[in-house]
């Protein structure tokens, strides 16, 4: 293995994956919803595949999806996007690693605000780039604008925000949005925004990513996925839009990395994309009684918890229960409780970031996160 790559252990998600799988436990770790695929979607997609779209498809995407994404920024947050500006990647994970590795230079630097989702930093790695990270203040996901700005250096080339966040369920304001994008400005960075939960958004709020904000528009590359909003994150269809010249540098590499992502997809996720508004807002009244329901039982159960804005996760302190190491806990329980969490310090560069929290997911059935709660409750 290159030296670069060294110090990346196995995904803390295929880990407690399969810990969820060995010890038959519930599995409130990874971030993947186990139903609410939109059964057109299945139907699409299958149509496609009877009609003989079995090939390679054009690299960039196939035109109707190119033109189904950009109509949906205009639809959903009024952003006028061309369809050439719009790029289909496997999954948002390749969209991402596809920008970084087109954008950073080895030896520079990209500003990452912890906790982190873990592919950021890999990417960086692969590129020869340097992570220089920003912690969240915990639990209040507070973005300290002093610490923000010493982070940014002559050698920064990118800054990478994800908002709704994962882990924790904040959204970004629009001040820090505005913060980030001056600071870009001046550094000359390119803002990559990871978006993949921007439909799952509670109690009336809306979604802000950084294209929409003046400050970053014009340096801001979005990304997001059709895997969170149709429950299907094994067809990994995702995209990246911004502008021509930052998308066309993507373009590049993408070609390299896969050339092109699973034909038949393509117009299913095009499809669905154009659904009425009431499946979007159907997802997140779902997600938001899921999220109720899973708080209030951590919070019966001893944790210390807020209620997250947005997203797919909840942030537990275990401290309350005695825990003082959440990787070695959330190691434990699965044979011990029979529920699977994920610690939150594998997002942090310094574990003592967050070390007692665990990140339990509520895109699962109520069932299960009763059932979560219920031996969490008898295991404490
Ligand atoms: N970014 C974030 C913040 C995620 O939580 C995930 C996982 N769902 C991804 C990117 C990866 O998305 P995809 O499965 O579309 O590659
Ligand atoms: N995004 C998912 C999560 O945060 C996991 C994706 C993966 O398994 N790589 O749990």
């Known amino acids: 293995l290159?030296?670069?790559?060294?110090?990346?252990?196995?995904?803390?998600?295929?880990?407690?994956?399969?810990?969820?799988?060995?010890?038959?436990?519930?599995?409130?770790?990874?971030?993947?919803?186990?139903?609410?695929?939109?059964?057109?979607?299945?139907?699409?997609?299958?149509?496609?595949?009877?009609?003989?779209?079995?090939?390679?498809?054009?690299?960039?995407?196939?035109p109707e999806l190119r033109e189904a994404i950009a109509a949906h920024q205009q639809?959903?947050?009024?952003?006028?996007?061309?369809?050439?500006?719009?790029?289909?990647?496997?999954?948002?994970?390749?969209?991402?690693?596809?920008?970084?590795?087109?954008?950073?230079?080895?030896g520079e630097e990209v500003v990452v605000i912890e906790p982190a989702y873990d592919s950021y930093a890999a990417a960086v790695a692969l590129a020869g780039g340097v992570v220089r990270p920003v912690p969240l203040t915990l639990p209040g996901c507070e973005l300290d604008l002093?610490?923000?700005?010493?982070?940014?250096?002559?050698?920064?080339?990118?800054?990478?925000?994800?908002?709704?966040?994962?882990?924790?369920?904040?959204q970004l304001t629009r001040e820090e949005l505005a913060a980030?994008?001056?600071?870009?400005?001046?550094?000359?960075?390119?803002?990559?925004?990871?978006?993949?939960?921007?439909?799952?958004?509670?109690?009336?709020?809306?979604?802000?990513?950084?294209?929409?904000?003046?400050?970053?528009?014009?340096?801001?590359?979005?990304v997001s996925s059709a895997g969170k909003t149709f429950a299907v994150t094994g067809w990994k269809v995702g995209w990246?839009?911004?502008?021509q010249p930052l998308v066309d540098a993507v373009a590049k590499v993408k070609q390299f990395t896969t050339f092109g992502v699973g034909t038949p997809l393509q117009p299913a996720v095009a499809k669905g994309l154009a659904l009425p508004d009431a499946v979007f807002t159907e997802l997140a009244a779902t997600h938001q009684r899921r999220r109720d329901l899973l708080v209030e039982g951590l919070r019966g159960v001893g944790f210390?918890?807020?209620?997250?804005?947005?997203g797919y996760f909840v942030?537990?302190?275990?401290?309350?229960?005695?825990?003082?190491?959440?990787?070695?806990?959330?190691?434990?329980i699965p044979d011990e409780a029979g529920v699977v969490g994920v610690p939150v310090q594998a997002f942090c560069s310094d574990p003592a970031h967050a070390p007692t929290l665990v990140r339990f997911g509520f895109c699962k059935p109520e069932e299960s996160i009763t059932e979560g709660v219920r031996r969490l409750a008898a295991w404490a």
């Open 75 to 106: 639809r959903f947050h009024g952003l006028a996007v061309d369809p050439a500006q719009v790029l289909v990647t496997v999954g948002a994970t390749e969209a991402l690693t596809a920008s970084i590795l087109a954008l950073v230079e080895s």
């Open 240 to 243: 990246v839009h911004g502008p």
């Open 180 to 222: 980030i994008g001056r600071l870009a400005e001046r550094h000359d960075a390119v803002i990559l925004s990871d978006e993949v939960y921007e439909h799952l958004v509670y109690d009336g709020g809306a979604h802000l990513g950084p294209a929409m904000v003046p400050e970053c528009a014009e340096r801001t590359l979005t």
């Open 146 to 170: 002093d610490a923000l700005e010493a982070a940014f250096s002559e050698r920064t080339a990118m800054v990478v925000v994800n908002t709704p966040h994962n882990p924790t369920g904040a």
């Open 2 to 62: 290159v030296a670069r790559m060294q110090p990346f252990g196995t995904s803390i998600f295929a880990e407690m994956t399969q810990r969820a799988v060995a010890a038959d436990a519930v599995n409130l770790g990874q971030g993947a919803p186990d139903s609410g695929t939109p059964p057109e979607l299945v139907q699409w997609a299958h149509e496609a595949m009877l009609d003989g779209r079995n090939q390679y498809p054009p690299f960039l995407g196939v």
């Open 304 to 310: 210390t918890c807020e209620t997250p804005p947005a």
């Open 315 to 332: 942030i537990a302190d275990a401290a309350p229960l005695g825990v003082t190491d959440a990787l070695a806990w959330c190691r434990a």
